[in-house]
């Protein structure tokens, strides 16, 4: 029985960190502010730009006067910098392809801003497999709102979401839909608190999960 599956991108489908990363510390250092180490601003990935630049300023410890422009630099590296085809996490793109030549229909359903999104599916050449792509900017609220996660099943009545972090779990749950975890993204949470229908560490077994649900 095929299914629409909805992925997250950061952390899920792409180790991003490298290029957030980038994105965050030059623009800071633009702005002549403190800067901070990648290891921080991992922690701080998974509610958006908008959450992650406050409390990237919070932490180097300036007034959030600086929001708007730390957003605007902060666009302009994520948009500009090419995300390297290498930082899709090894096994992704072949699960992806699976599970397209089983029938399921595939869409996005990140926080990362939209634009940005768009770059890095396409840097990556992961664009293709997806039919809907729903950014952090889509809609009027982001995750964890269960708006986006509807907007990208489109009416579905089969699902599924696959996710690495504490807002995906909480997404699906309040959408009311299935959640399969990677364990090997941005989460703080131990697997075990973090309630899943499954989880996998390695993307080569996707399939014969998701085969096992459909
Ligand atoms: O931009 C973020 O905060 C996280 O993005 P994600 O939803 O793809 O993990
Ligand atoms: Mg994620």
Same mark, same amino acid.
């Given at each position: ?16 960190? @490298?290029?957030?990363? =980038? ?26 730009? @908008?959450?992650?630049?406050? $409390? ?10 600086? =929001? ?21 996490? @090894? ?9 397209? /030549? ?19 599916? $396409?840097?990556?050449? +992961? ?11 889509? !809609? ?19 699902? !599924? ?8 779990? /909480? ?9 399969? +975890? ?30 096992? !649900?459909?």
């Amino acid at each position: 029985m095929s299914l629409t599956i909805a992925f997250d991108l950061d952390g899920t489908l792409i180790d991003s960190v @490298p290029h957030i990363h =980038h994105g965050v510390a030059s623009a800071l250092a633009e702005m002549s502010l403190p800067g901070i180490d990648r290891h921080t601003t991992q922690g701080f990935v998974g509610r958006g730009l @908008p959450i992650l630049l406050e $409390r990237v300023l919070d932490h180097v410890g300036v007034s959030q006067d600086h =929001h708007a422009e730390l957003t605007r630099r902060t666009m302009h590296h994520y948009v500009n910098t090419p995300s390297d085809p290498d930082s899709v996490y @090894p096994g992704a793109r072949e699960a992806l392809t699976a599970l397209q /030549e089983a029938g399921h229909r595939l869409t996005l359903c990140t926080n990362k801003p939209h634009e940005a999104t768009l770059s890095a599916l $396409r840097d990556t050449g +992961l664009a293709p497999f997806f039919e809907v792509v729903i950014g952090g900017d889509s !809609l009027p609220t982001r995750k964890p709102d269960p708006a986006m996660l509807h907007a990208a099943l489109d009416g579905a009545s089969r699902a !599924l979401y696959v996710g690495d972090s504490e807002t995906d779990v /909480e997404t699906a749950q309040n959408a009311g839909v299935p959640f399969l +975890l990677f364990t090997e993204g941005y989460r703080k949470t131990p697997v075990g608190d973090l309630p899943h229908r499954a989880s996998f560490a390695d993307h080569a077994d996707l399939p014969a999960l998701v085969a096992d !649900l459909a």
